[in-house]
């Protein structure tokens, strides 16, 4: 594709926004390595995301974030997929900063129902199945997200491919 960025490329956006997917393909293209935040505290505490949020609530879960956050710091050549949260603390959004390039994945609230309405791992959605819980979530987190972002892609009906040439010409 093209030459690697020299930052590293951070993703923030809503449940079911793409940044995995995105990640993954940007992490391909670019041979750099993809951290899955979600993936990597599910192993640090050897439980699942759901049972994390149940046992300790999403105030511990919060930290763990901000505390991987710092351990990701001089680390470079990595594609960074954030779970949705993280860039609602504003200390977590000066540690994104510092690590690269933040772009902000987005998609419409009926979008992200069909992204996600068959996925029981993700707490937040737990009582918001609908398109209109997700919109309301949405757009509490949508400021936080915004002022976060470097750069914002929409990827409704877009292929990973379309959203990560988008990207290569931004990045």
């Given at each position: ?42 192993a640090?505490?050897n ?15 919060r930290?763990l ?18 779970g949705g949260?993280v ?5 977590n959004?000066a ?9 902000l994945?987005?998609?419409t609230?009926?979008t992200?129902?069909?992204r996600?309405?068959?996925?029981d ?14 919109a ?11 002022a976060?972002a470097?750069?914002m ?19």
């Open positions: 594709m093209n030459q690697k960025p020299q930052k590293n490329i951070v993703l923030i956006g809503f449940m079911g926004c793409g940044k995995s997917s995105v990640a993954k393909a940007l992490g391909k293209s670019f041979r750099m390595e993809v951290i899955e935040m979600d993936e990597m505290i599910s640090q505490q439980l699942p995301i759901p049972e994390i949020f149940d046992r300790f609530g999403e105030e511990y879960f930290d974030e901000t505390a991987l956050l710092e351990q990701l710091q001089g680390r470079t050549g990595c594609v960074i997929s954030c949260g860039p609602l603390r504003p200390v959004v540690k994104m900063k510092a690590l690269g390039e933040v772009v994945l987005t998609a609230p009926e992200i129902y069909t996600t309405c068959g996925d791992n993700r707490p937040n959605l737990k009582n918001r199945k609908s398109p209109e819980a997700i309301e979530l949405l757009e509490q987190r949508r400021p936080s997200y915004e976060a470097d750069y892609v929409a990827t409704d009906g877009r292929s990973v491919e379309a959203i990560c040439e988008e990207l290569v010409h931004r990045i």
